[in-house]
């Protein structure tokens, strides 16, 4: 049954050429006929009209006309949220687009809340929970292959895949229940041997799903980078120089930076997300310490990791000790050593070969401050997510924490049931860890889900979405 009537602006608030206004839900139609006027057919109403029309005319509120529009009409079930809508398209000024708004909340419609309009067209079943999350992922897309997985997503590749293995699973599960229901007859439905088969393939398949999540969240939040370093090497320079602007604050006093910065920019259709940390030395200073504990912590969730170096002082080959340490103690990061200062360096040279052999790192030369180097180091940061901007070609990729959680959740639910099936005395066991699995499984497309759950996903779209 149609809900109440929602209305939003649907393009960003400021001045613009165009904006838009729609609405949706029981009524809309009745409530266009009463602020609407087709200009050359006073008779016209949008109750007797076809979907998919356009229609140009006169919007007025109790004080008179508010503007010239175009009037889009859709009925239901043929529109976004399965609800009759009606969007009306004004000109951009910020007044007009309030007041235009306001006309149609003065003449039933109730403003909607974040994301409603996605909400209701899940509800109303035409996409799943996956694809409405995707939706929004397209919208905050900042990179070409972030948009491309968005959109791949949004037509439903993942959630035709999962829907096969819940289908695989809710299959292994009835069969489980009939043995249930005839369990003093000692039925079998399904030979162990096959169960074990189907739920090993099931499980392989979802922990695949689980281990792309590292690259799809590269690929949809950006590469987590950080600039790490000793005070007073270039950290804050060479954030200045990736981004081209003058961000972070640079002075030859050392410990500047008491806490870290964050930036983000795109390279070859990759995102990067600039960390600039406080320089690492020890330091009994409340506030500097507290910082340097905080880059600690970055750099533990760091993807790749630019140790900086100062090539000038002469302090580098113990700063290439510390660059070794540091890539030791965090296998799970990529690492490109900076040496910094070359212009100013004694054997530049000698030093990148010192480096080099020291650290098992690529090193790039630069003198950040004028700009040296940059190219190079930029192109070595993208050969070291290499592939990363064509993953949105893949069929399948799982971008979302929330998906990640849920699919492994999955897993240990299904090697439980592995571990369960040779005994022949545990098929009410089996059955709840696959049930356990379906669950987890059927959270991600929505087939079970709860209003907290939702209301967090769509707490995050923009009203209007």
């Known amino acids: 049954m149609p809900e109440f009537p929602i209305a939003a602006i649907a393009t960003p ?29 006073p008779e016209f109403s949008f109750t007797e009209a076809d979907g998919f029309t356009a229609h140009f005319g006169t919007l007025s509120d109790i004080r008179g006309m508010v503007d010239e529009v175009i009037a889009l009409v859709f009925r239901a079930p043929s529109s976004f949220t399965m609800e009759d809508m009606v969007e ?20 039933g419609c109730r403003l909607a809340e974040p994301g409603e309009f996605t909400r209701r067209a899940f509800l109303n079943g035409r996409i799943d929970l996956l694809q409405a999350e995707a939706i929004g992922e397209m919208i905050h897309a900042r990179t070409e292959s972030a948009f491309r ?35 003093e007859e000692d039925v079998e439905f399904q030979s162990r041997d096959a169960l074990r088969l189907e739920v090993q393939r099931l499980q392989s398949e979802i922990s695949r799903l689980v281990d792309s999540y590292r690259e799809g969240h590269l690929l949809t939040e950006g590469v987590a980078t950080v600039i ?9 320079t060479l954030l200045n120089a990736l ?25 070859e259709k990759t995102m990067f997300r600039l960390t600039d940390t406080a320089g690492l030395r020890h330091s009994d200073e409340e506030v500097e310490h507290e910082g340097i504990q905080r880059s600690y912590r970055k750099i533990s969730e760091a993807d790749l990791l630019l140790y900086i170096i100062d090539s000038s002082s002469g302090d580098f080959q113990k700063e290439a000790v510390a660059a070794l340490e540091l890539r030791q103690s965090h296998p799970e990061a990529r690492m490109i050593v900076v040496a910094n200062k070359t212009d100013l360096a004694q054997d530049a040279a ?44 893949a069929s399948v990729l799982v971008t979302s924490l929330r998906h990640y959680e849920a699919l492994r959740n999955a897993t240990d639910s299904l090697l439980n049931a592995l571990q ?37 996903i769509f707490s995050q779209f923009c009203i209007g979405k």
Do not use: W
């Open 350 to 393: 000698g030093t990148i070969a010192m480096l080099q052999a020291e650290t098992g790192c690529p090193v790039i030369a630069m003198a950040a401050s004028k700009g040296e180097g940059l190219s190079e180091l930029k192109t070595t940061m993208a050969g070291m997510v290499e592939g990363l901007d064509k993953l949105h070609e």
């Open 243 to 267: 981004l081209g602007q003058e961000r972070a604050i640079v002075s030859h006093m050392p410990g500047t930076t008491r806490d870290y910065i964050e930036e983000c920019f795109v390279h």
């Open 420 to 456: 369960l099936i040779s005994d022949t005395e545990a098929t009410e066991l089996i059955a709840f860890e696959l049930r356990s699995a379906l669950d987890y499984v059927g959270e991600i497309t929505g087939k079970v889900v709860s209003e907290e759950l939702l209301n967090t």
């Open 13 to 41: 608030v400021g001045v613009g050429a165009l904006a838009i206004v729609r609405m949706s839900g029981r009524g809309v139609l009745e409530i266009a006929d009463r602020v609407f006027r087709k200009k050359g057919n």
């Open 228 to 236: 790490a370093g000793r005070p007073n090497a270039g950290k804050s």
């Open 88 to 107: 009306f398209t004004c000109h951009g000024g910020p007044v007009v687009v309030r007041h235009l708004l306001q006309a149609l909340l003065d003449n």
């Open 149 to 183: 997985t968005a959109v791949t997503q949004m037509q439903g590749s993942l959630s035709r895949h999962l829907q096969e293995m819940r289908a695989g699973l809710l299959q292994s599960c009835a069969l489980l229940e009939l043995e249930l229901d005839f369990s």
